[in-house]
T-cell receptor, first 112, second 117 residues
Framework: GNSVTQMEGPVTLSEEAFLTINCTYTATGYPSLFWYVQYPGEGLQLLLKATKADDKGSNKGFEATYRKETTSFHLEKGSVQVSDSAVYFCALSAVNFNKFYFGSGTKLNVKP | GAGVSQSPSNKVTEKGKDVELRCDPISGHTALYWYRQRLGQGLEFLIYFQGNSAPDKSGLPSDRFSAERTGESVSTLTIQRTQQEDSAVYLC???????????????FGAGSRLTVL
């Protein structure tokens, strides 16, 4: 079956610290992988995506690399800001299936 | 519209009552999804509409749950005889292309928070 597992939060960091949020997946076939972000009081929005192995998605200083050999899509940022405080969701969309599968979300708190 | 609009944003109801949640997708988006998010948990797929095709209802948790969509416009999610375990945020998302495409990206509404007392 298809599923996504991501590290539990909350994650609390100081401003300018390095961020890693782990995400691993199980999928039938070759899925597309996504990170969505939910800022306080807002809906989920796409942060970045990768559609095939070894692709790197990037946006707003965040990066994630599609690793087929380790079935992972870890989110990284070199220097977080207070404005990055949000809940981050890892997700996959399996080819030819209708559903997106989401992880449980990881809350990030960045302190000044 | 400019984004996915959901209403009501908050709904408090008594156990046993029926509730109706509404989703206005982005104009032109053919695909529409409903998800449920219980407190501290991930997104649980409920139902998927794609154009005029038969919807994928495989995620609906019981026959108390139903959803309708007319063409490529508004969708309503109805929960009959609500139970306390139905308390959650109900999220709607729409997409321009069919699922399973690498180009497919979901745009979410802000959600409808349902509390069943």
């Amino acid at each position: 079956g298809n599923s996504v597992t991501q590290m539990e939060g909350p994650v609390t960091l100081s401003e300018e610290a390095f961020l890693t949020i782990n995400c691993t997946y199980t999928a039938t076939g070759y899925p597309s992988l996504f990170w969505y972000v939910q800022y306080p009081g807002e809906g989920l929005q796409l942060l970045l995506k990768a559609t095939k192995a070894d692709d790197k998605g990037s946006n707003k200083g965040f990066e994630a690399t599609y690793r087929k050999e380790t079935t992972s899509f870890h989110l990284e940022k070199g220097s977080v800001q207070v404005s990055d405080s949000a809940v981050y969701f890892c997700a996959l969309s399996a080819v030819n299936f209708n559903k997106f599968y989401f992880g449980s979300g990881t809350k990030l708190n960045v302190k000044p | 519209g400019a984004g996915v609009s959901q209403s009501p944003s908050n709904k408090v109801t008594e156990k046993g009552k029926d509730v109706e949640l509404r989703c206005d997708p982005i104009s032109g988006h053919t695909a529409l999804y409903w998800y449920r998010q219980r407190l501290g948990q991930g997104l649980e797929f409920l139902i998927y509409f794609q154009g005029n095709s038969a919807p994928d209802k495989s995620g609906l948790p019981s026959d108390r749950f139903s959803a309708e969509r007319t063409g490529e416009s508004v969708s309503t999610l109805t929960i009959q005889r609500t139970q306390q375990e139905d308390s959650a945020v109900y999220l709607c998302a729409s997409s321009l292309v069919a699922a399973g495409s690498g180009a497919n990206v979901l745009t979410f509404g802000a959600g409808s928070r349902l509390t069943v007392l």
